[in-house]
């Protein structure tokens, strides 16, 4: 970034700037740089004498247009306490002259927001007994709670994720899961109901979402198949290890989903089973919308006695709002060799809302003389 500092002493009035003129524009190497204006019910003045400093400089910002600067800052390394930024009107081929010829430029307010949606997800793990200490993996992160929040984007790009869960019992014994969690813009879920009948017999029920005329297959670590959304199933033995590991997959137009389900049986006493249950919320949350070029844009920046900088940019300006110029000429710094190095001063009239991001307060009967682009062309 290019920068000047101009230590100004001398006192023009700024009544007697020359009227603005598009096709006039000529040097001047004596003004007073200044801001005055009312925040909030209270007056403040800030001088470029001995109090303050005006810079001016020009810089692009990250979505690759050129913006002119000038400022007012209590020192040479101070922060500054007014920011007066112009947004070139053309991206391609950016001019300070053509830019300032606006005399009522609008003000840019890049915090429109768009209501966006993400997905609430919580977890739930299901023991068998009582537990001394869980382990989840998530997207390789790992969590140590009974249950786990999470949230998503609804991006159509993400719509699943696997999830592997641990139990480790206050007996000793331990047991695991791995499952996929499909979110709604997957297009289709499902889950296991499972009843205990009688003993031996069990009752599994598909549930299924998301679309219609679903095909059902189930796995059963016991070694048999079955094609209905209900499965009455009985078995001939209690598993060894006391654990029948069943597994759902549907399949409805352009969708696939699964499902697994660890099944225990009480008349092992020494077995284990973990399994863990989905809930998933769809939330609107307001995001700022995606910044615009705004070419031709203004934004002033004031940071108040007690160190806070309220921004234009943060509050939308209504009909009582204004920017208008009341005169530009080229400025030449007296104290700089260089005469090569121009900018413009503008002298304008505003009246704006600005927010520290939390309250919004206003910023009138403002008025300003600020050098603008030193070195621009």
Not at 259 to 277: E, G, M, T, V
Request: glycine residues 4%; aromatic residues 12%.
């Amino acid at each position: 970034m290019k920068k000047l500092s101009l230590f100004i002493a001398l006192a023009v009035a700024l009544g007697s700037c020359k009227p603005y003129d598009p096709d006039t524009i000529e040097p001047n190497t004596n003004p007073i740089f200044s801001v005055a204006a009312n925040f909030n019910g209270s007056a403040f003045l800030l001088d470029a004498n001995a109090d303050y400093i005006s810079t001016s400089s020009f810089d692009t910002d990250s979505l690759g247009v050129v913006f002119y600067a000038g400022e007012m800052a209590p020192c040479a390394f101070c922060p500054s306490e007014f920011t007066f930024r112009w947004r070139s009107k053309n991206k391609n081929n950016p001019s300070l002259n053509e830019t300032v010829l606006d005399d009522k430029p609008p003000y840019r307010y890049a915090f429109n927001t768009d209501t966006q949606h993400v997905y609430n997800v919580t977890l739930q793990a299901e023991p068998s007994a009582a537990v001394s200490s869980y382990q989840w993996t998530i997207e390789g992160i790992t969590y140590s709670t009974e249950s786990v929040e999470l949230q998503f984007s609804a991006n159509d790009d993400f719509t699943k994720f696997p999830v592997t869960l641990q139990a480790t019992y206050s007996s000793g014994c331990s047991s695991s899961i791995t499952d996929t969690v499909y979110l709604p813009n997957h297009g289709c879920d499902c889950d296991i109901k499972a009843t205990n009948v009688d003993s031996l017999q069990y009752n599994y029920k598909a549930v299924a979402r998301g679309g219609s005329s679903y095909d059902f297959r189930w796995s059963f670590e016991s070694g048999s198949l079955a094609s209905s959304s209900e499965v009455n199933y009985y078995y001939d033995d209690v598993p060894a290890d006391g654990v029948d590991e069943i597994q759902l997959n549907i399949q409805t137009i352009n969708c696939r989903a699964s499902n697994r389900w660890n099944q225990i049986f009480p008349q092992n006493a020494s077995a284990c089973a973990i399994n863990f249950s989905k809930n998933i919320e769809i939330q609107p949350v307001i995001v700022p919308a995606v910044l615009d070029d705004d070419l031709g844009e203004i934004e002033i920046e004031y940071t108040d006695e007690k160190g806070v900088t309220w921004k234009s940019i943060l509050a939308k300006q209504g009909q009582t709002s204004s920017f208008n110029v009341l005169s530009i000429e080229e400025y030449l710094d007296p104290f700089s060799s260089n005469t090569e190095r121009k900018s413009v001063k503008v002298e304008a009239e505003f009246d704006c809302l600005l927010s520290n991001g939390i309250e919004i307060k206003r910023l009138s009967n403002g008025k300003m003389v600020l050098p603008l682009g030193l070195g621009a062309d």
